[in-house]
């Protein structure tokens, strides 16, 4: 196996692929140097000589400068580089194309088919609190109607979408909490939800209700608790009335043209941008060539990166919205009188990511190179079969709840050193390196690390294309088998 990899031809950093040592001789067809220092696994370290203020190259792109002259063979960080960003920038449209690779080959998955046409993964029956007081009596609703029906459930899984929202929120925040909620009421991996209120919160389930538009009244039922004598009857009652419409549920076969999958990245390290993030790019390109439907978030991540995404809009009215998406975040931060640039996390620098560009220039990867066909505002609804971006932060929790609420029947998330959590929807693993699929088989899904250990990333495609329609088709990913289910909603105002 290789000990390093140097990703484009105009870089002048490489990535060590395992700890690499001092006097080390580190040779391929290009070159021949001795490392001058240690290199822990995943860093950078320079190929050529680097003159202070003189950029970091890495991707074929700047991502960042030296602070100070480094010689050849030395490890590249924090201690001695830093990021070009700084402020708001101006852009000017400049469209580049490139035509999709990979061909229509009429896969399918096996999912349930709504009666609006929506298509879900799994018939899931949830119970949605419109406020965070009752959801405690959602754990004991959920369980007498467990005690009750045993084992004759048609469901894959039985849920209550937690939060602490609901009440005393205004503005934004109220909105944000009531549309987040109506998008997970709909969801088409749901077979069923009661929606449970108590009765005094300002997300009123009145309210709440008229808000969802056209439902299926056979589906989703409403309770407030402060207007029955015993919620835990009442909701047993409108629960088993939910199993009798959903009980004849089946899967069946559905075009791959019907998944809408949001990417997602955390927890990571040096090879986030050679392997997983990458093998994400190529399925995405893969999805989008069946008609399929793929949503990329987290916008701090894409600062740095982000003209890249404006030169792949569909057309200049695309463009502007992502303008829009990326402004409006960086004035989000200055509003707080935070600075716009400060990524990326600690945990990122110890896996070898030094600057924000080096972040984003990894992080936008997983968006393969299809054309970006619209912009999602935070809580809104996937309108277009394609490449979308979507209005949300880098917080896992809340990036990953954004995605499923945009109507993402999965999410793939990559990560270099691990997390267990899930969100509403089945959330993905796929690692960046082997050493964590195998420290942590619990929590990752899939490996991509054999990338750098010489498979061919076409093989390895093919290998996840199965997985993804594996999963689709009702395999569980393993924060469902570990039952961890998280729901996180962005909150930005006043709390009364």
Not at 19 to 33: A, F, P, R, V
Not at 48 to 72: R, S
Not at 137 to 154: C, H, L, T, Y
Not at 297 to 314: D, H, S
């Amino acid at each position: 196996m290789k000990s390093f990899i140097k990703i484009h031809k105009n870089d002048n950093v490489a990535i060590s692929i395992r700890n690499l040592t001092k006097g080390e001789i580190i040779e391929n067809e290009d070159l021949t140097l001795t490392l001058k220092e240690d290199i822990p696994k995943g860093h950078k370290f320079s190929l050529y000589e680097i003159n202070g203020d003189e950029n970091i190259v890495k991707y074929g792109f700047p991502i960042g400068h030296a602070t100070e002259k480094i010689e050849e063979g030395f490890w590249v960080h924090s201690h001695n580089m830093k990021t070009n960003l700084s402020g708001v920038e101006e852009y000017e449209y400049k469209q580049k194309q490139r035509p999709l690779t990979y061909k229509q080959e009429g896969l399918t998955f096996k999912g349930y088919r709504r009666d609006n046409g929506q298509v879900g993964i799994r018939n899931e029956l949830w119970i949605v609190p419109t406020v965070g007081c009752v959801n405690g009596i959602a754990d004991q609703i959920i369980q007498e109607f467990k005690n009750q029906v045993g084992n004759s459930m048609p469901f894959d899984s039985i849920q209550v979408l937690k939060h602490n929202y609901g009440c005393s929120q205004l503005g934004d925040d109220h909105v944000n909490t009531r549309t987040i909620l109506g998008n997970a009421v709909k969801h088409p991996n749901a077979g069923g939800v009661l929606v449970l209120g108590l009765g005094c919160e300002n997300n009123d389930i009145d309210e709440f209700r008229d808000s969802l538009g056209v439902i299926n009244e056979h589906r989703i039922k409403f309770l407030r608790s402060q207007e029955v004598a015993n919620e835990i009857d009442e909701g047993l009652k409108l629960l088993l009335s939910i199993y009798e419409s959903a009980k004849k549920d089946k899967r069946e076969d559905v075009p791959i043209s019907e998944l809408k999958v949001g990417l997602k990245c955390g927890g990571s390290d040096g090879f986030s941008g050679i392997t997983a993030n990458p093998l994400l790019g190529k399925l995405s390109d893969y999805l989008i060539a069946q008609n399929a439907t793929t949503v990329l978030t987290e916008v701090p991540e894409m600062f740095g990166a982000e003209k890249l995404l404006m030169e792949r809009a569909v057309n200049e009215e695309v463009y502007r919205k992502i303008v829009s998406l990326i402004n409006d975040f960086k004035h989000y931060f200055q509003s707080y009188n935070q600075p716009v640039y400060e990524n990326p996390s600690p945990g990122n620098k110890a896996g070898g990511i030094t600057t924000l560009e080096d972040k984003s220039l990894g992080c936008t990867q997983k968006a393969g190179s299809a054309p970006v066909v619209d912009v999602l505002k935070y809580g809104e609804r996937i309108k277009s079969r394609g490449l979308n971006l979507l209005n949300a932060p880098g917080n896992d929790l809340v990036a990953s709840t954004a995605l499923a609420a945009s109507g993402c029947q999965m999410v793939l998330f990559t990560t270099g050193r691990g997390t267990p959590f899930g969100s509403f929807v089945p959330t993905m693993k796929i690692s960046t390196n082997t050493e964590i699929y195998e420290t942590k088989p619990h929590w990752i899904d899939f490996n991509a690390g054999t990338i750098i250990e010489d498979q061919e990333p076409e093989t390895l495609l093919r290998s996840f294309i199965d997985y993804i329609i594996k999963v689709a088709s009702g395999e569980l990913v393993n924060h469902e088998k570990n039952h961890f289910r998280e729901m996180a909603i962005f909150k930005n105002g006043v709390t009364l």
